[in-house]
């Protein structure tokens, strides 16, 4: 497709028939629909927002921002496009990211083919007639012959299950939900439920505007430093001219970050060595400290022991209570076993005179009440809860959908011990549907628009396979995705984040069986998950039948 500006549109066709149907126009399904238009299909994207951005559509909470690099994160199929865009901030903040993908979008002419304010309700699959009935939560129906799933890993939003929530008569909202309207914070007393890398950012962020503030922790977590700034135009000129030298180290590193792997152990080096290395990546900004780190402290229980206590007396320098900052440090897990948030002087904040940390582990919240919160040792009054209490994380999204297969299977039932798939891109039984971004993808473990590209590249290059060769029906065999499950499951094998109930391995508290820890990511790294993707094309997409029937 030229690469040239096309002029933007905003009307939305009345037709209800199409080659494809894209559910989501966040970062994977702006891609998806820029590439099915290239290969001449008729597609029609369906958005239960109203507006494109997906996860930077949504999350407009006050601090949120990318903990990837801004230029690592954004776009590389167009080179006019990586020219023309100037990231402000080694690591932008929403708004601006809401901006580069609505220009994207409106760049492209892709508008007239989103259909926002359109929650997908279920997608069954006729076999008779090879298609795919798609129907919103307000009844209108669609037909297409392929369906993709670009609903993003972190969009099915939960509560905590607390008694009352509905009781509390000031204003209440999660992170994900943030009004759109600007909150005013100015004397109000606020609450703040979860200290994850959502609850990290906003904390930081709105501890000097209010009038008082009380975190309610329930797993402490392990923070490092973002180290954003801005970016000059020095700084600008020289990531531009080196952008095709970056992308091409992101395709080589396992997560598509611009930090590899030290390739030596913890104790191959002296003490000494060891701590200025350690300071050396404390002082890096981003996920230096988690990516580019010794090669066995997501592996080894006794190297990891030792750098989770590095950062534990970062945490004790940083907050001036010692109380508090033993409250801080995790005691369940140790560093990296869990998402890393990024902070901005989140630990100082607790030097604050009007912030107080509830460790909810220690006083359990009870209830939600009328006028605030009742824990096991006391009450609170509030004027304003914002619960940062995270995701049905993977699955939750595609749980939100009835996708019925062949047969009338849902997808919900035919993943209920757990995902089955092959190469994390499609399930026995469940013709033509591709789960970009899904579970056993790599993507779910990555600087996450890099992977986008590669699984949108491979299901488009697929989709043009099937029409190119008259195939109207594809799917894997059980026998390749049964193959592909237990790869998943023991590249695993060894790694520390196994061993830690978090949304990484499926475990929500928030979510009723939930409670039992899975194996959701590819874990060999994004350059092996290539490989084996291309190796399947290469063979005829072999795993699969492809049926000209």
Not at 8 to 16: K, L, M, Q, Y
Request: hydrophobic letters at 35%.
């Amino acid at each position: 497709m030229p690469d040239t500006m096309v002029a933007p549109s905003a009307t939305v066709s009345d037709a209800t028939t199409f080659d494809a149907i894209i559910i989501g126009a966040g970062i994977a399904g702006i891609y998806q629909l820029y590439k099915l238009r290239a290969l001449g299909l008729s597609v029609r994207v369906f958005e239960t927002g109203g507006g494109v951005g997906g996860t930077w559509y949504w999350n407009r909470y006050p601090g949120a921002r990318f903990d990837s690099e801004s230029y690592t994160y954004g776009y590389s199929f167009s080179e006019e496009l990586l020219n023309e865009w100037n990231w402000s901030e080694h690591f932008s903040a929403q708004p601006e990211n809401e901006r580069y993908l609505n220009h994207v979008v409106d760049r492209f002419g892709l508008r007239k083919d989103i259909q926002c304010h359109s929650r997908v309700a279920s997608a069954t699959w006729d076999e008779s007639e090879r298609q795919w009935n798609v129907v919103l939560d307000d009844g209108r129906s669609y037909r297409s012959r392929f369906v993709i799933t670009a609903v993003g890993p972190l969009s099915a939003d939960t509560l905590p299950r607390f008694e009352g929530i509905a009781d509390f008569k000031g204003r209440s909202f999660h992170t994900y939900r943030w009004p759109h309207e600007a909150i005013d914070f100015t004397g109000k007393r606020v609450a703040v439920i979860g200290t994850g890398a959502t609850g990290v950012q906003v904390i930081q962020t709105i501890a000097p505007l209010v009038g008082e503030l009380t975190v309610f922790q329930r797993t402490a977590n392990w923070c490092t430093p973002l180290h954003n700034k801005r970016i000059t135009e020095e700084e600008q000129a020289r990531l531009k001219a080196g952008y095709p030298a970056m992308f091409e180290l992101l395709r080589q590193t396992p997560g598509c970050y611009i930090h590899m792997t030290d390739p030596r152990g913890t104790f191959e080096v002296t003490p000494e060595e060891r701590e200025a290395f350690w300071e050396e990546l404390y002082a890096k900004p981003g996920f230096a400290i988690w990516m580019a780190n010794f090669r066995d402290v997501l592996t080894d229980l006794k190297a990891n022991a030792l750098f989770s206590e590095f950062v534990a007396w970062k945490i004790r320098q940083r907050v001036k209570d010692p109380a508090v900052a033993e409250k801080l440090i995790p005691k369940n897990h140790g560093f990296g076993q869990r998402r890393v948030p990024q902070e901005t002087g989140y630990y100082e904040v607790y030097n604050l005179p009007h912030v107080k940390l509830v460790d909810t582990r220690e006083t359990p919240i009870q209830r939600v009440t009328e006028t605030g919160i009742a824990c096991s040792d006391q009450s609170y009054e509030f004027d304003i809860i914002i619960y940062a209490t995270g995701f049905d994380a993977v699955l939750g999204s595609f749980d939100r959908i009835e996708i019925r297969g062949a047969g009338g299977v849902t997808l919900k039932d035919y993943w209920a011990e757990g995902p089955k798939t092959y190469l994390g891109m499609m399930s026995a039984g469940f013709p033509n549907l591709l789960t970009i971004v899904g579970p056993h993808n790599a993507s779910t473990r990555c600087n996450i628009p890099r992977c986008i590209e590669q699984n949108v590249d491979w299901a488009s290059d697929l989709i043009h396979y099937a029409q190119d060769h008259g195939v109207t029906r594809f799917e894997t065999t059980a026998e390749a995705e049964a193959e592909w499950s237990r790869h998943v499951e023991e590249l695993a094998e060894g790694l520390l984040y196994t061993l830690v109930d978090s949304w990484m391995t499926g475990v929500n508290t928030n979510v009723e069986g939930r409670n039992v820890r899975r194996v959701l990511q590819y874990q060999g790294g994004a350059p092996q998950y290539r490989e084996h993707c291309d190796e399947v094309a290469k063979a005829g997409y072999k795993g699969m039948v492809l049926d000209r029937g």
